[in-house]
């Protein structure tokens, strides 16, 4: 694996430092908002290039969330298809709005899933896969800071799950924009990423 890129030397966003995750996902969400149709298709292909540049997913069990489009996240149908021709078991989560947890079904084909009422893709049916047999988990968020924290969009879904992954499972994060230098207010049960993929830059975090 090539790192492009040491996340610590440089902070991007110098007027977002020290701010709370509810001020930075504001921010974020209009920021994203912004982009044009092509800027984000652009940016999409951008980060997929680095991803398989980087990441190798042979006989890895890997969870891949499906982007919201009308929220303009980062279209992880592209990855999809890579993966696909790849020798790797990809599952698709399924968030439960009652228990705030999350659920993974092997990917089967379009026709497994339905767009919900929040607008994300999930399967319907399918073989279900635990949180233990994941290696690689794909993280959506808005924003992350240089030790690997991010603000997704509130609700914890993704770290009570990550909580429940193996120690050697890879997480990896997927963003149009860098890393600020601090998000101010993490909780204890905040789980970081250890990489994130953005257009230009592999960030890797060492846990320091």
Request: glycine share 6%.
């Given at each position: 694996m090539?790192?492009?890129?040491?996340?610590r030397?440089?902070?991007?966003y110098?007027n977002?430092?020290?701010?709370?995750?509810?001020e930075?996902?504001?921010?974020?969400l209009?920021k994203r908002a912004?982009?044009s149709?092509?800027?984000?298709f652009?940016l999409t292909?951008?980060i997929?290039?680095?991803?398989?540049?980087?990441?190798?997913?042979?006989?890895k069990t890997?969870?891949?969330?499906?982007s919201?489009?009308n929220k303009?996240e980062v279209?992880?149908?592209?990855i999809?298809r890579e993966l696909l021709?790849?020798?790797c078991?990809?599952?698709?989560?399924?968030?439960?709005f009652?228990?705030?947890?999350?659920?993974?079904?092997?990917?089967?084909?379009?026709e497994?899933?339905e767009?919900?009422?929040?607008?994300i893709?999930e399967?319907q049916?399918g073989t279900?896969?635990?949180?233990?047999?994941?290696?690689?988990?794909f993280?959506?968020l808005?924003?992350?800071?240089?030790?690997?924290y991010?603000v997704?969009?509130?609700?914890?879904?993704?770290?009570?799950?990550?909580?429940q992954?193996k120690?050697?499972?890879?997480i990896?994060?997927?963003?149009?924009f860098?890393?600020?230098?601090?998000?101010?207010?993490?909780?204890?049960?905040?789980?970081?990423l250890?990489?994130c993929?953005t257009?230009?830059?592999?960030y890797?975090?060492?846990?320091?």
């Amino acid at each position: 694996m090539r790192q492009k890129w040491r996340n610590r030397q440089v902070s991007f966003y110098p007027n977002f430092n020290f701010m709370r995750k509810d001020e930075l996902r504001k921010i974020f969400l209009e920021k994203r908002a912004q982009l044009s149709d092509l800027e984000t298709f652009e940016l999409t292909r951008e980060i997929s290039g680095q991803v398989f540049e980087n990441f190798s997913f042979a006989n890895k069990t890997v969870s891949l969330f499906l982007s919201i489009t009308n929220k303009k996240e980062v279209n992880t149908s592209l990855i999809l298809r890579e993966l696909l021709d790849d020798n790797c078991r990809i599952a698709i989560p399924r968030s439960d709005f009652s228990t705030s947890e999350i659920e993974h079904f092997l990917y089967e084909g379009e026709e497994q899933l339905e767009i919900n009422k929040y607008g994300i893709p999930e399967p319907q049916y399918g073989t279900t896969v635990r949180p233990e047999e994941f290696d690689i988990v794909f993280v959506p968020l808005l924003c992350f800071d240089e030790k690997g924290y991010r603000v997704g969009y509130g609700k914890g879904f993704y770290d009570r799950f990550l909580s429940q992954c193996k120690k050697e499972c890879m997480i990896i994060g997927l963003s149009f924009f860098e890393a600020v230098e601090e998000i101010e207010g993490i909780h204890e049960n905040d789980v970081p990423l250890q990489y994130c993929v953005t257009p230009h830059h592999l960030y890797h975090f060492d846990g320091e």
